[in-house]
Nanobody, 121 residues
Framework: VQLQASGGGLVQVGDSLRLSCAAS????????MGWFRQSPGKEREFVGF????????YYTDSVKGRFTISRDNAKNTVYLQMNSLKPEDTAVYYC???????????????WGQGTQVTVSS
């Protein structure tokens, strides 16, 4: 499975941004999808995941109520809608995929290349 993340950019505090992650080369609808982020000097951080059908979604506490993960299996794409952005959301954002929901948070099989999000104050 190949993953291509896009949609990053430079925004102001409080702005919104939507990231996309397009998948190819596999049966997208059979994969759990996750989003992660990494800031300079920090370890990669789990942001959230969505199960294959979109009925199960989980977020890390720091983004709950501000970020929304969704997926469109017909378009082989998963989205990360980010609202009320803060400077601490600045990071490279990565999407990931795994056929096992149990592995998506800790050790996903497939990774996208990352897209930079910078929130300026």
């Amino acid at each position: 499975v190949q993953l291509q993340a896009s949609g990053g950019g430079l925004v102001q505090v409080g702005d919104s941004l939507r990231l996309s992650c397009a998948a190819s080369g596999g049966t997208f609808s059979s994969y759990a999808m996750g989003w992660f982020r990494q800031s300079p000097g920090k370890e990669r951080e789990f942001v959230g995941f969505i199960n294959w059908s979109g009925t199960g979604i989980y977020y890390t506490d720091s983004v709950k109520g501000r970020f929304t993960i969704s997926r469109d299996n017909a378009k082989n794409t998963v989205y990360l809608q980010m609202n009320s952005l803060k400077p601490e959301d600045t990071a490279v954002y990565y999407c990931a995929a795994d056929p096992k929901l149990s592995d998506i948070r800790t050790n996903p099989d497939y990774w996208g290349q990352g897209t930079q999000v910078t929130v300026s104050s």
